[in-house]
């Protein structure tokens, strides 16, 4: 009997996981693509300073 209940919530955590590192992972991805953007705009700020 507890075999057949933990199973499934093995398998559920393991797809919680799953998501949960593929979500790490776009949101570092946004953070990279942010900071970058945000260099790009502080160069540009610079170079219509000088």
């Not at 693509?33 to 610079?46: A, Y």
Request: proline share 2%.
């Amino acid at each position: 009997m507890n075999g057949l209940i933990s199973r499934p919530f093995l398998d559920l955590s393991l797809q919680v996981q799953c998501i949960h590192g593929i979500l790490i992972g776009l949101c570092r991805e946004q953070m990279t693509n942010n900071s970058m953007h945000v260099t790009m705009t502080e160069e540009r700020e610079r170079m219509t300073r000088q």
